[in-house]
């Protein structure tokens, strides 16, 4: 039995319209690659049902879901099944046999990565593609989560690319398909703006949206984040189970500290360059081992600059059940620290153009990691407040205030016992932003005036008695 045809098929037309070219040989052997969510079943299920391949292959058309199958002989036996055989020990020879004598037909492998990741099953699987490509009346098309192909196999050229986010105006389509457009289009934009434009978590929230409203999504949202769209019984109704068997894919679980990065880049919206991978002295010592087994499995990307990234989907979900460790965390805020301090010690001089670039490449990262530590009792919390007081300086050379950061930092200014930490954040705040953005001016001036007697620095005195 065939699986339906998608009911909405917005963004994919481009890969249809490759795959379809495809077909145009004989045989064709086509790989679709991609991130859990990215629509790879939808666009096999469209390819199936298309009036070309109808015509070409009629009644001959396999469409093998292989979440099951953990090895050879289990995949076997799930295309002996669509192909009306009786079960059996070992179909193997069987189906190549049956396909071999058979009309022209199109076989489609549904997720065959379970069957093939494994280090045990991973040679045999690879060997029967090999077998089944040997076949000439057959077409083979498999979809598999990440962005590498099963070797062995002479796959059709040009190779299909890894599947990508829709575009915004595709992604829009879809929504709007599901829950109509009676919604405000501005809360239609921020609900896109939670599923960075993967297939599946538009489907999921267009579908939740169209019960409860953009409003009333967007407040659950804040509150209970990817659970909002995960209650579904399998990967295809359910994000956060779609990411967590990407997780446990074999080529992730092999690299264990894989995992440690991807909880990084969950709070890292700016991704992390090379240079930072390396900087950072992360304690991971297979780190670009890490990057390349994210990358594998389309865990993350490379962005256009070649930054390593989370989807926002993926990012939330590393947020809510495997956030990263202060112990993870460390290194990078080492890294910034020192990166802070060197764009505030050569400030005005030509060298800085450099810091600059790369503070503005981690913006929203560094305000993340500073945030991080901004907690009563955290060992690195007048760490904190010193980076803190150097982003400030750098948030006004580029025109910015963060605002967050600072009133964070002044809430926490009475859980600390070291008052030169507390009085050198007063000053250059006062120095960086003046008394007008600040509350209760007065009273935080008092309160340095109180922390300076302890201190016997004429030097800090000094600058407090300037900047106020």
């Not at 192909?149 to 059709?156: D, G």
């Not at 980076?387 to 300086?393: A, K």
């Not at 025109?399 to 050198?424: E, F, M, T």
């Not at 007063?426 to 009273?443: D, K, Y």
Request: one cysteine or more.
């Amino acid at each position: 039995m065939l699986p339906a045809e998608p009911k909405i098929f917005h963004g994919r037309e481009s890969e249809l319209a490759d795959i379809l070219k495809h077909f145009e040989q004989s045989t064709p052997r086509i790989a679709i690659l991609g991130a859990g969510g990215m629509g790879k079943t939808s666009l096999a299920q469209a390819v199936i049902h298309h009036e070309e391949i109808v015509i070409k292959y009629q009644g001959n058309r396999l469409f093998v879901a292989c979440d099951t199958a953990a090895s050879k002989v289990e995949l076997a036996g799930l295309i002996g099944a669509h192909l009306g055989m009786k079960p059996g020990n070992d179909l193997t020879q069987a189906v190549l046999y049956r396909l071999s004598v058979g009309s022209p037909t199109l076989l489609i492998l549904d997720n065959l990565e379970t069957a093939w990741e494994p280090v045990e099953s991973h040679k045999e699987v690879e060997e029967f593609l090999s077998r089944l490509t040997d076949i000439a009346s057959l077409a083979l098309m498999i979809t598999m989560r990440g962005a590498e192909r099963p070797s062995k196999v002479q796959w059709t050229r040009p190779f299909l690319p890894s599947l990508e986010p829709l575009s915004q105006e595709a992604a829009r389509k879809v929504f709007i398909a599901i829950a109509e457009d009676r919604h405000p289009m501005e809360e239609i934009n921020q609900v896109l703006s939670l599923t960075d434009n993967m297939p599946l978590s538009i489907n999921l929230l267009a579908h939740a949206v169209d019960v409860e409203g953009t409003t009333a999504i967007l407040s659950r949202w804040q509150r209970e984040h990817t659970s909002v769209i995960s209650e579904g019984y399998d990967q295809r109704s359910n994000l956060e189970m779609s990411i967590s068997l990407s997780l446990e894919s074999p080529r992730i679980t092999s690299t264990p500290h894989s995992q440690e990065l991807l909880s990084l880049l969950s709070i890292l919206p700016d991704g992390l360059s090379d240079v930072e991978l390396k900087q950072s002295k992360f304690t991971m010592q297979d780190i670009f081992d890490c990057k390349r087994a994210l990358l594998r499995t389309a865990l993350a990307y490379l962005d256009d600059h070649k930054r390593l990234k989370a989807l926002v989907p993926i990012r939330e979900y590393m947020a809510k059940f495997r956030p990263p460790t202060d112990e993870m965390i460390g290194p990078l805020f080492k890294h910034f620290q020192e990166l802070l301090q060197a764009y505030v010690a050569d400030s005005g001089k030509q060298s800085s153009a450099l810091y600059v670039e790369r503070l503005n490449s981690n913006y929203t990262n560094i305000s993340n990691i500073i945030q991080n530590g901004l907690h009563p009792g955290h060992p690195n919390l007048a760490d904190s407040f010193s980076c803190t007081s150097h982003f400030i300086r750098f948030d006004s050379a580029i025109g910015k205030y963060a605002a967050p950061l600072v009133n964070k930092v002044l809430a926490l200014l009475p859980h600390s016992d070291d008052h030169r930490a507390k009085a050198s954040f007063t000053v250059r705040v006062f120095g960086g932003l003046g008394t007008h953005s600040i509350p209760h001016p007065e009273t935080l001036i008092a309160q340095t005036l109180e922390w300076l007697k302890t201190l016997d620095d004429p030097d800090l005195e000094g600058m407090f008695a300037v900047s106020v």
